[in-house]
């Protein structure tokens, strides 16, 4: 039993060494050397045929896309805009007399702006030259550090939290902070000075609204602050943001405002992406 178990395993063995090499037949593996060279010639001409395919393919698309002008540019370069307090319908409905409805606004303002006080700005951040990029090559070691610049809390004046710790919601004067989101690489304004509007979104509402002051002034945003690195390399970056306060609000009363973008290179009228380079907010101030 044990022996014909032997034997049987040595010959399964000679078998597979008649398989791969069979020298009667001149067979390798099961197949003559020429029936090995059409199957190879075969795939040969299988994968030239789809490498042909693919690359007529890409031609054609090529053939469809302007050199100078990125099919899908704008959809990496327009920031989107955001407001804090941000609330899911960006709604910032208060009444004066009930202090716990505007509380929570007062908060989420100092949350975000702790990151701006200007002592943790100078501790972590350098003063950099205003109206310039603050362009910093890798110089051969990749993803070298990159140092942000200051942006400090006190900046934004009546709207920084620090004299009125209420942000003017306590008397009805509030303010609204707009920041545009990070996109990477990006060189927002294209070399020229650039500043964020906001005004009633219907003119004739516009009376209504009453006046509105910026900060810092005129809304600007200083190029130096561009462009932003990304999370892993420029660690300590603090975008730069606007404050809009509205001086002379009429209560009771829905106003719905547009902030935008002005800057070179920036659409703020994109029909499908209503938070390209603008947002629109509701504010609503009720007293008795
Ligand atoms: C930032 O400044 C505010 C107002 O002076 C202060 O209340 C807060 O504790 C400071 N936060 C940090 C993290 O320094
Ligand atoms: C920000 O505030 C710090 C501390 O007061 C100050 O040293 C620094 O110069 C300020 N930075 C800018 C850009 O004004
Ligand atoms: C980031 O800020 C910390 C202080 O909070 C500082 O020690 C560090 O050098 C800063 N990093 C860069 C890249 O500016
Ligand atoms: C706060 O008030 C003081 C005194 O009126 C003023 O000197 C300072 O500039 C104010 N700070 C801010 C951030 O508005
Ligand atoms: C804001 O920017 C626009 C476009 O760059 C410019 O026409 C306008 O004068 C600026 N407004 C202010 C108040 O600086
Ligand atoms: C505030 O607005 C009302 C009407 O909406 C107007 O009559 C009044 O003059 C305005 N006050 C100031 C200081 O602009
Ligand atoms: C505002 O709050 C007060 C106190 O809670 C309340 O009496 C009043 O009716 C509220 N006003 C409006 C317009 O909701």
Redesign the pocket.
Known sequence: MNKKEKKSCGQVVQEWKEFVWNPRTHQFMGRTGSSWALILLFYLVFYGFLTALFSLTMWVLLQTVDPFIPKYQDRLSIPGMMIRPKTEALDITYNLTDTESWDNYVKML?NF???Y?D??QAAMNKVCLPGHYNEQPDNGVLNYPKRACQFN?TVLRDCS??NDTTYGYQEGRPCILVKMNRVINFYAGANQPMNISCMAKKEEDAQKLGEIVMFPANGNIDLMYFPYYGKKVHVNYTQPVVAVKFLNLTFNYDHHVECKMNAANIVANDERDKFAGRVAFKIRVDKD
């Open positions: 100092n702006l702790e990151a006080n002592s943790r809390r939290g620090l």
